[in-house]
């Protein structure tokens, strides 16, 4: 098949390549140990490729880094021909983007663990990954189903102002900037609802105000998913996948 271009794999001098200095991915100081200690456990399973067309490094910065780190002299790699600038540039981004769009079943993986026997959870690659605490007596669906946990705060006897739940001041600037740009009406009022996206909530006072309001106010909060109190009606709206998101901005708001 024409399509096909990655054809022929040959060891190269790991001196030889050369990073692409378009490459807009960075990779951190954990993730290249991770990268690393997946190396030494599975040896060096995925090539790199390199572009006749540039001589570049296009996809496996991150594995060179780890490479070069454990004393390798040489790397698989796979010379590939790209036919213009655009094409190299596009697939230098889309190899590492598209992998984002994959969504891990984490329910899978608790379930094969219980019969696979990994000494070290590192191997899996998943970055913060626990094993839960197995309960013999409990039903597995309701194991890997239920560890999601709210988090816990003392309500003082004060209710904090609304204007202490959120900070506009980003989102005001960007209107500002908006109304006074020469843009067509429907582009403005696009961007106008894209600023939104820069108001800042703060999830602690959120769940104070939360705890003093009353029912009508607590119920439309739930259904912001300002609060999270019930995780099946979370699920069933569709917020689940943002809790991680809300702990962490709970976390840095105490």
Known sequence: MSDIKSKNIELVDIDSIVPNPKNANRHSIEQIKRLEKLIKYQGFRNPLIVSNRTGFLVVGHGRLEAAINL????????KQDFESEAQEYAYL?????IARWAE??????????????????????IENFELPEIDENKDSD??????????????????????SLYDTDKYYSLINNIDKSELPEDEKVY???AAARHIKFNYKMAAEYYAHSNEKMQQLMEESALIIIDFNKAIELGFVKMTEKFAEAYNESN
């Open 104 to 125: 891990l079943d984490l329910h899978s993986v608790y379930t094969e663990m219980e019969n696979i026997k990994i000494v070290d959870i590192d191997m899996l690659g």
């Open 191 to 193: 961007l106008r609802f």
């Open 142 to 163: 309701e194991l890997y189903t239920r560890k999601v946990e709210s988090p816990i705060y003392e309500p003082t006897e004060e209710k904090p102002s609304i204007k």
């Open 71 to 78: 004393g390798m002299k040489q790397v698989p790699v796979i």
């Open 93 to 97: 981004i889309s190899d590492n983007e």
